[in-house]
Antibody
Framework: EVQLVESGGGLVQPGGSLRLSCAAS????????MSWVRQAPGKGLEWVAN????????YYVDSVKGRFTISRDNAKNSLYLQMNSLRAEDTAVYYC???????????WGQGTLVTVSS | QSALTQPASVSGSPGQSITISCTGT?????????VSWYQQHPGKAPKLMIY???NRPSGVSNRFSGSKSGNTASLTISGLQAEDEADYYC??????????FGGGTKLTVL
């Protein structure tokens, strides 16, 4: 069974840092683009970043460029999101998702909540 | 990149059909046949329902269908069932090598 399990969320002060992880199982992780998508409380979905199979290409939404870094470790079947200089508006559930035929996402993990507040 | 435009809510009775629209620009919806639709029940992760405008992943009911005309994509659900009540989001690949989602539509089955 394909499974994605996020971890690392929590409460952090504005300006702080957090590193999210996504453990993948049930498929050949190194064969897929992977993404992070977030959802602020009561709001819609927002694509955050994605990364190519070998990590050679990375793309970000403008609002996180220079603050967030997506990475992966294919040997550990894991995806990461390093989040620095966090702002209140970064408060959201962060989902990791596997690429589906390149332009869609399936499946998704259950999400991890990041709360940025003093 | 601005979010795609979806109606905030739609409703229908069991057995009826409903359509949710998703309007973008020539830089996203209109420029690529890479529109997807996701279903999200409260407290759950999104689920892919339609990809590449009109294709259904294995296991998704054929009551769900997608289409596109110009800068507007649409999701149609026929034979509405109670379990279809959820939030629905469209998404499109963009000319910036990124993805943009719609604001979401709450479907109520009356």
């Amino acid at each position: 069974e394909v499974q994605l399990v996020e971890s690392g969320g929590g409460l952090v002060q504005p300006g702080g840092s957090l590193r999210l992880s996504c453990a993948a199982s049930g498929f050949t992780f190194s064969s897929y683009w992977m993404s992070w998508v977030r959802q602020a409380p009561g709001k819609g979905l927002e694509w955050v970043a994605n990364i190519k199979q070998d990590g050679s290409e990375k793309y970000y939404v403008d609002s996180v460029k220079g603050r967030f870094t997506i990475s992966r470790d294919n040997a550990k079947n894991s995806l990461y999101l390093q989040m620095n200089s966090l702002r209140a508006e970064d408060t959201a559930v962060y989902y990791c998702a596997r690429d589906f035929l390149k332009y869609s996402y399936s499946p998704w993990g259950q999400g991890t909540l990041v709360t940025v507040s003093s | 990149q601005s979010a795609l435009t979806q109606p905030a809510s739609v409703s229908g009775s069991p057995g009826q059909s409903i359509t949710i629209s998703c309007t973008g620009t020539s830089s996203d919806v209109g420029g690529y046949n890479y529109v997807s639709w996701y279903q999200q029940h409260p407290g759950k992760a999104p689920k892919l329902m339609i990809y590449d405008v009109s294709n259904r992943p294995s296991g998704v009911s054929n009551r769900f269908s997608g289409s596109k005309s110009g800068n507007t994509a649409s999701l149609t659900i026929s034979g509405l069932q109670a379990e279809d009540e959820a939030d629905y989001y469209c998404s499109s690949y963009t000319s910036s090598s990124s993805w943009v989602f719609g604001g979401g539509t709450k479907l109520t089955v009356l």
